[in-house]
């Protein structure tokens, strides 16, 4: 049981390179999310799917785009990297649907863009 | 949308003393609020919750109160220890998805 996986931990690109970070979660949750952590500013919400097929944006969604491939992954793209978003980027999941709960975040992946 | 203030933002305690994290939110309907603990390096992981049913809530050394009313919650911590130095982020949920605060980073000195 691993939990949440996401990879990778850490990634350099140039501005306007595109990547996708992956994340899998193998708890059987319905929700899963994507957030940036950057100092002093928190987690912030980037894009969320409260269940397979939906998303939705969250409070930072601006330069990103996302898939819920399945209940197990969701992915998160970054089209034309920009220095702006140098940060930590946290998938996790939880339960979700009817009742918010407690959320499982992955290690992270550290992202820097030159 | 939620909004959730979170004070003070570093904490400096001695060994044994307690530490008070205080949190302010702004949606009235919402009814979950987790804290979270984040060592540096790690995850943020789940140390307690509380929903809004509930005014206070235990699990041995940490607590946290709500107010409803006021729209605030506190984590309290007694009895410090060098393993209590981390971030904490207080969080609000808003439709299904959590707010969290910006962070307390507590120091335990011995």
């Known amino acids: 049981n691993a939990g949440v996986t996401q990879t990778p931990k850490f990634q350099v690109l140039k501005t306007g390179q595109s990547m996708t970070l992956q994340c899998a979660q193998d708890?059987?949750?319905?929700?899963m999310y994507w957030y940036r952590q950057d100092p002093g500013m928190g987690l912030r919400l980037i894009y969320y799917?409260?269940?397979?097929?939906?998303?939705d944006k969250g409070e930072v969604p601006n330069g990103y785009n996302v898939s819920r491939l399945n209940k197990r992954e969701f992915s998160l793209r970054l089209e034309s990297a920009a220095p702006s978003q140098t940060s930590v980027y946290f998938c996790?999941?939880?339960?979700?649907?009817?009742?918010?709960?407690?959320?499982?975040f992955g290690e992270g992946s550290r992202l820097t863009v030159l | 949308g939620e909004n959730v203030e979170q004070h003070p933002s570093t904490l400096s305690v001695q060994e044994g003393d307690s530490a008070v994290i205080k949190c302010t939110y702004s949606?009235?309907?919402?009814?979950?609020f987790p804290w979270y603990k984040q060592e540096l390096g790690k995850r943020p992981q789940l140390i307690i919750d509380?929903?809004?049913?509930?005014g206070e809530k235990k699990d041995q050394r940490i607590a946290v109160t709500l107010n409803k009313t006021a729209k605030h919650f506190s984590l309290h911590i007694t009895e410090t220890q060098p393993e209590d130095s981390a971030v904490y982020f207080c969080?609000?949920?808003?439709?299904?998805?959590?707010?969290f605060g910006a962070g307390t980073q507590v120091v335990v000195t011995p």
């Open positions: 996790a999941s939880g339960g979700g649907l009817r009742e918010t709960g407690e959320l499982f």
């Open positions: 708890m059987n949750h319905n929700s």
């Open positions: 799917s409260a269940s397979e097929g939906t998303t």
């Open positions: 949606d009235s309907a919402s009814n979950y």
């Open positions: 509380i929903r809004s049913n509930v």
């Open positions: 969080a609000a949920d808003s439709w299904g998805k959590l707010q």
